[in-house]
């Protein structure tokens, strides 16, 4: 038998290399990946939800693959400078967005951003809730959603709320709470939850539409009162808290969100391996716990999942926001 291997038998018994002869390049396997240390953006400063639930999953992940996720915090231009540095990074896997709910707002509100969320993302997921809780002084007369409707109606200015920034989540939520109750609203913005809850204490707004966690101590002391979560069912983070679609509001839903993303292009073996890895260790009880007591809830779900949810974010903001007259900046 001849020892001369024709070109076909030499692309036959070496695969790689036929695709490459062929003009093509090998299919990323999954099973090589990680192979050195992997960076994860937060699109906020060191301390907050966004980032403090970026070093949960990082850990998490960084024990599972024997390799460091590394937080990177990219703060600014609201959300939109973590943003644009992932979407212009090498898809490779090793530089990933922890992305919020600005990354959906920001497209409704019409805002520049030299990227497009649909082209230059490839959405992974899981996506991690942040409930927000329709929350009142202990000494409102308001008990339940119905009383707190009737009560905004009879005020010539509105309801007023606090909200933890412009065109954010609980703002938009309060907006759509407005127009779902035919009530007028006056949303006043400040930096943060916390703030947002000391306006409320002291008395210079009728409430708020916003995370519970910073809300806690006051409601456990009975200065704070509980009256609905803006989510499809009650949510572990505060399961005494009814639905508004258990009161008769089954359009108010909303909340903040983290999700994870990468650049577009990513291999979908690494693709799917984070979704599936990422959505273990955010169901594990160990982060699953910490996340819950952070005031957040882990949604495992797949990649086709979250890039239908951010759609949908886009969809529901785009009219709240035009019904509303919202301007961003």
Known sequence: MSARLTRRDLLAR????ALLLAGGVPPARAQD????????LSPYGPGGSNDTSARLLAEALSRRYGQQFVVEN???AGTRLANEQVAHAKPDGYTLLWA???FAINTTAGLPQPYDIRKDFAAIGPRVLGPLFLIVRADSPARNVADFVRLARAQREGATFASPGAGSGPHLAAELFAAQGRFRDVNVHFRGDATAYTELLAGRVDATLTAITSALPFVKAGKLRVLAVASEQRTPVYPQAPTFAEQGYPGVVGYGWFGLLAPAGTPAAIVQQLNRDASAVLAGAGTRDRLVALGLQPEPGSSAAFAGFIDAEVSKWREVIRSAGIVLE
Do not use: D, I, Q, T
Not at 33 to 40: E, F, T
């Open 14 to 17: 070496v695969p790689a290399l």
């Open 33 to 40: 990946y990680p192979s050195r240390a992997v960076r994860l």
């Open 74 to 76: 990219k703060p600014g």
């Open 100 to 102: 919020a709910a600005p």
